[in-house]
């Protein structure tokens, strides 16, 4: 069953989130992409809440400006650097709430883009990282160029 919950970070920024599996349980953190949200990953998460296959923690949040998450008027507010501190701060907090350090950030989409720059910016909070429709930043602008 997917829990509905607000995760107030320590910037003032609020998150609404979907999560379901056992509270301790080894964590995955979901970013949607554009113009979805956290709802997409409810049966990818419910089957890895699972037992048989993993049991894991499984949180999904809303990234800013998205369903009940906090949305700021000022469009600097939306910034890639904000989002990935928003990030930051979301696994930080479910990994001090579970006990587990992170075990995979999955993301698709734009929120692939944010979590290559939570990867690169803070690669000692992930184990691994699943990139799903989002190419790596120095590709893309290397596409762009070109």
């Given at each position: 069953m997917?829990?509905l ?26 970013l ?8 997409v ?9 699972q037992?048989a ?22 469009a ?7 989002l990935v ?26 929120g692939?883009?944010v979590?290559?720059g ?26 762009l160029?070109?």
């Open positions: 997917i829990a919950t607000t995760r107030s970070l320590p910037h003032g920024i609020d998150l609404s989130c979907r999560s379901c599996g056992p509270a301790d349980g080894r964590l995955l953190v979901f949607h992409g554009f113009p979805e949200a956290a709802f990953w409810d049966d990818v998460m419910q089957h890895f809440s037992p296959h993993g049991g894991y923690r499984c949180v999904a949040p809303n990234l800013r400006g998205y369903e009940h998450s906090s949305a700021p008027a000022e600097n507010a939306y910034r890639a650097k904000h501190q928003d990030v930051a701060a979301l696994i930080k907090a479910e990994s001090e709430a579970t006990g587990q350090p992170l075990a995979a950030l999955v993301a698709h989409d734009w692939g883009a979590a290559w939570v990867a690169a910016q803070h690669p000692g909070l992930l184990q691994r990282l699943v990139i799903i429709n989002s190419p790596h930043p120095a590709t893309f602008l290397r596409e160029k070109h």
